[in-house]
Every structure is written in C-alpha cells, then in structure tokens.
C-alpha cells in the first residue's frame, strides 16, 4: 500500500478514535467547573459539585441501590454462568449447540421486549415492582454474557489437570473446587465483573422495572435530566467512569503485575 | 449407554432460570395482548383483538415502526461507513502497542449508557462546545438550534454502538491469511483490486454480523430519543414506554412489545437466511 493512502486511513482512525472518547472527555473535565451551569464556558476549576455530590441523598440512596443490585446481580449470575459453562465445555451429550444457543436467547431479545415481558408475567403472578424483580431481569441480562466470558477461559484450561486429580483419589466436588475453580479463577473475576457493569449500567429494562420511589443511579440521572446537565450530573458521571473503567483497569494492571512477580 | 445426567444438573438451573422469566413471559405477552384495558393499570383477561385492531389502523404506529426501520438503517450504515477504517487499520497495523488500540475499543462498553448519551448535550447543546467555538469565532446568531433534532438522536446512537460495529469487523480482518493480499499483488492486482476483491469479500461476514447487532439495538430503543430527540424524534419502542409507563396500558403494552418482538425477530431470521447462520453465532461468541 502506498504510504500516503496509509497515513490517510491512521488520520481517519484517529478522527474516528476522537469522535468516541472527545463527548466523554468533555464530561469529565466540565466535573471540575465550579460555574452553576453544567455547560461551558468553563469559569474555573473547583471540587464543589463533588462535595454538593456527597450531600445530595437521593443520589447517596441511588448509588447505594446500583452497587447493591450490581454485586447481587454479579453473584447469580456468575454462580448460573459457571454452573452452565462446566456442563458445556466439559461434557459431551445430545442437542449441545442447540443449549449453548438458547443460554445466549435473550441477548438476541430487544431489552424493551424482554423487560415489558417479565414485568407482565410476573405482575400477572401477582409479584409487583420490587428489588427482587430488578435483580431476577438483570441477572438474566447478564447471564449470557458470563457464559460466554466464562466459557472461552475453561476451553483453554486442560482436561489432564483433573484427570489429574480424580486419578490421585480427589472427588468430583474436590477436583472442581481445589483444581478448577482456582484455575478458572481469572474467568470467574472476569465475568462477576462484567455482570456488575452491565447491571451498574442498566437503565432501559430499569425503568419498566423499578418500583416507584427506588432509583438506580442511571434512572436517577435520566429523572435530573428532564430540565437540563445540572453539573452534579457531569461530577457523578466522573465517579462513575471511576467506578466502571478505574476498578476494572486497577485490577487488571495488578493482577499483571502480580503475575509476572511469581515468575 | 445410559444417559450422564451431570451436564444436565449443571445446566438446570440457568436454563430453568431463562424459561421461567424470558420463554415464559415472551409467551405470555402474545396472551396478554388479547386482554381488554378497562381504566389506568386496569384490566380484564379477554379474547378480543382491539389492541390488535388499534395497531392495525392507526396510522400513528405505522409511522413509529417505518421511524423505527428508516433510523436503523441510517445508524447502521453511518456506523459501517465510519467503522469499517479503523477495524481495517486495527488489524493490519505493525504498531506496538496494538493492544492499547483494542483496549480503547472494549473501553466504552465500560462507561456508563447514560453518561455517554448525555455527553452530546455538551458539545451539540445551547451551552455546547460547538456554540461556544462558533462563538469564539464570532459566527453567525446564536445559539444554533442543532440540540434535541434527529440528527443529535443518530450520532448519539452511533456513538454508542459504533465499538460494536468495528469489533465485530476487526474480528473477520484479523481471521484473514495476511499472505492473499500480497499474493493478489504479484499476480498483478491494484493495491485497491486486492482489497476490493480479497479482502473486502473475506470481511464481509464481520461487517454483515456487525450491521445486524447495530440494527437491531438501535430498532429496539427508546432512551437515546428521550435524551436527545425533540418530540417528534420517537422510535417504536417509545411507544411502548409510553403504554406502559406513562398511560399504564399494559395489554396495548404487550401488543406493541410483541410487535417489536416479531418486527426485529424477522430482520435477523430474514438476515441469517441470506447471510447463514453459523456467521450470526460468531457474533454473538
């Protein structure tokens, strides 16, 4: 390839690159504007709509209600996912494919469907909004993408290591939880972490979901929104994108760095 | 041979846990969507199909669903066009920190829905950063009224599912044997004839995969129009927001999510017929 028509694609990259980080980048630099509008222009920097942040119990209440429902939702669905994956990859039966498809179904549900399905049938059961309705929808949000996390990771972990085990006297349940589990370990983290973000990040079925009166934090933000971007908004979304992207990547960075340690 | 139940006991509880609360109730919607609504959040099991009747001949929904299938389109065909670049330059740099590249892709579908869709506020907004270039440069009256139009609505969607369009292309570039383009060369083909008739055509399953999942996530929507639409900006899906949530109309709530339903459920069986289904679950895996 000519070298100009690449430099041209590596420009329109770049541009690409700029169009999806430059909106969120702008959030996180107007957290800081202590002008009472959350727009521009940017009049100086301050931390008073963090502090303003701290004091707003609403938000307090919905943030505490997202990390609840996100670590709850993290836990089934993780636990089903694992559950699920062990049968898929390290058993041979009938109709396999058509299981693994049908464990993926509701990700190919439009969530607005999925969401005004579950609220009827389980209202028709005489079970109204509540936390619990809220949880049993986000962990089968989740679900489908903890069994493919999940799966992926135990396809690349041996057979013979629990061979291995059973060979040496070890009981099924004692090879999964002392072989297994720990070499599946990364996965399980993995997945745990990516069913708390999807929950944590929920707002389209969240809404058809939540009874009156609870808010999660995107539900929350969605109700300030309705007048105009008050800058608390701009601050809670830095924590948030503190939350979701600096956990994950300090994780990571640490479980790197532990890694090559032991070595 | 007898038959191994273990597989079976792992696997029971999740799939009794999808029967339950997603067969079920995508089952029971088509039931519900005969019942008769008799006031707010008030109604009566029935056989009667004026819900169906409504949906039939009010023009209001015909128009929200070809909204719906004209703004998917555009969305997915503006996310192919800016997409397909980066995955391309993805895959076939030498650049070191390759992984850095990747990684700033995974990294929106970390960031948080809403935040991410509000954040166009603050550029295409009265207080935006473009009415405040514009005014730097002492252009025009302002401020431009480019907030709350359609044209917000599809880049906030673009936005949002553009990573999904470039991973799933990036994936099928990458797949590709870096020998064919090269040998396309020797045999006398154009730089632009090798990518045109080797590796464009070995990509296409990626693209297609990717166009599907755009479509489909953005026909099935209703937030982003909330946040960034004016009030003729709806999709199909807000007028299922709308009966649920607003008029408390739960069986015309259930006849328009069954609709829907059936509406994106045709585009995927229709696309897979065409484009083959083992491509769709590599989209999804």
């Known amino acids: 390839m000519k070298p100009r028509v690449w430099t041209l694609l590596k420009f329109y990259t770049v541009l690409v690159y700029g169009f999806m980080f430059a909106p969120i980048v702008v959030v996180l630099i107007l957290a800081f504007n202590s002008s009472q509008f959350g727009g521009f222009p940017i ?12 004091e707003n119990e609403a938000i307090v209440r919905a943030l505490r209600t997202s990390l609840l429902l996100g670590v709850l939702t993290a836990l089934i669905a993780t636990t089903l996912g694992i559950l699920a994956s062990m049968a898929l990859v390290r058993y041979q039966f009938r109709g396999k494919q058509w299981i693994t498809t049908f464990l993926i179904s509701p990700v190919l549900v439009p969530e607005t469907v999925l969401a005004v399905g579950l609220l009827i049938f389980l209202r028709w059961l005489h079970m109204p909004r509540s936390f619990g309705l809220l949880l049993i929808g986000h962990s089968i949000i989740a679900l489908p993408f903890v069994v493919l996390v999940v799966q992926a990771r135990l396809i690349g ?28 370990m990364p996965a399980v983290f993995a997945g745990a972490l990516f069913a708390f973000t999807i929950s944590f990040d929920n707002i ?33 979304g830095f924590v948030m994108i503190c939350i979701t992207v600096g956990l994950p990547l300090l994780a990571g960075g640490l479980a790197r760095y532990f890694s090559r340690r032991k070595v | 041979m007898p038959v191994d139940r273990r597989p079976w006991l792992l696997l029971s509880p999740a799939l009794v846990f999808i029967t339950a609360m997603v067969v079920i109730p995508m089952a029971f919607i088509l039931v519900y969507s005969f019942y008769e609504n008799i006031d707010l959040a008030v109604d009566v099991p029935a056989f009667q199909f004026g819900n169906w009747q409504e949906l039939f001949t009010d023009s209001y929904y015909h128009t929200a669903i070809w909204k719906t299938l004209r703004l998917s389109l555009i969305v997915t065909v ?48 009265n207080q935006g950063a473009l009415n405040g270039l514009m005014n730097l440069l002492g252009l025009g009256d302002l401020p431009f009224q480019i907030m709350y139009t359609e044209f917000t609505v599809i880049v906030g ?47 296409l399953p990626g693209l297609a995969a990717g166009s599907l999942l755009v479509f489909v996530l953005t026909g099935g929507s209703y937030v982003t129009p909330l946040i960034l639409g004016g009030p003729s900006d709806f999709l199909f899906g807000n007028l299922v927001y709308d009966a649920v949530v607003t008029e408390l109309n739960w069986p015309m709530g259930a006849t328009l999510s069954f609709t829907l339903l059936f509406l994106l459920g045709s585009v995927v069986i229709l696309y897979s017929r065409l484009m083959g289904m083992n491509q769709l679950a590599k989209a999804f895996g």
């Open chain 1, 43 to 54: 009049e100086g920097l301050s931390l008073r709509w963090f502090y303003k942040l701290a």
């Open chain 1, 204 to 236: 389209t079925a969240t809404i058809f979901w939540r009874p009156s009166g609870m808010e999660t934090v995107p539900t929350q933000i969605f109700g300030m929104l309705r007048n105009s971007v008050s800058p608390e908004i701009n601050a809670l």
């Open chain 2, 78 to 125: 503006l996310a192919a066009v800016l997409g397909y670049i980066p995955a391309y330059v993805i895959a076939m740099t030498k650049y070191r920190h390759k992984w850095l590249l990747l990684l700033l892709l995974i990294l929106p579908f970390w960031i948080s829905f809403i935040i991410r869709t509000l954040s166009w506020i603050h550029i295409f907004g």
């Open chain 1, 157 to 184: 972990i041996r057979k013979d290591y629990e061979e291995a085990a059973r060979s040496l006297g070890a009981s099924p349940m004692q090879t999964f939880f002392q072989i297994t589990l720990p070499l599946l």
């Open chain 2, 157 to 203: 969607f673009i936005h949002v599912f553009l990573p999904y369009m470039i991973l799933n292309i990036y994936v099928s570039l990458e797949g590709i044997d870096e020998n064919l383009e090269p040998a396309a060369r020797t045999l006398g083909a154009t730089p632009w004839q090798a990518f045109r008739e080797v590796t464009l055509p070995l990509s």
